[in-house]
């Protein structure tokens, strides 16, 4: 089901290249090698949990409308900086399916419990006792 998501994904994805900056020297001033990945969110049809995560996960590289912008720059080619968007997306999405781990909630015994309690109470008798002085 994931391989099938991200097939869709990267199907539905539109590709702009644009001028990088760092490496490259006189090349980097003539050719767009960096690469714009834009994806239609909405247009995937995920399940609300699936796109709860995929939104918190991209943060700032979610639109306002829902659309996914990823920017690869990192090398000096288009056909490398264009496998690193798709690679950085298929990984994006198969993140956002994975279920987070359930917490497993903590037991405290008796004993534990009174000994919270006790040290609860000392903290506050050594708070209790601060405070202006008067000397009445």
């Known amino acids: 089901m994931a391989d099938d998501l991200i097939d869709r994904a990267q199907a539905l994805a539109s590709e702009s290249f644009i001028a990088a900056s760092g490496p490259g020297g006189q ?6 090698t960096a690469v714009q990945l834009r994806l239609d969110v909405y247009a995937l049809r995920l399940s609300p949990p699936v796109f709860a995560r ?3 996960l991209a943060g700032s590289r979610m639109t306002g409308r829902g659309e996914l912008v990823i920017a690869a720059r990192r090398f000096r080619t288009q ?3 264009r496998a690193d968007a798709r ?9 956002a399916q994975q279920l987070p781990a359930q917490r497993a909630k903590s037991r405290l015994n008796r004993v534990g419990k009174e000994q919270r309690i006790k040290g609860k ?3 506050g008798s050594v708070k ?3 405070g ?3 000397f009445d």
């Open 27 to 32: 090349n980097v001033n003539k050719v767009a």
């Open 54 to 56: 995929l939104k918190e």
């Open 79 to 81: 056909e490398a900086n």
């Open 87 to 95: 690679e950085r997306l298929a990984e994006l999405l198969a993140q």
């Open 121 to 123: 109470k000392l903290r």
């Open 128 to 130: 209790a006792g601060r």
């Open 132 to 134: 202006k002085v008067s």
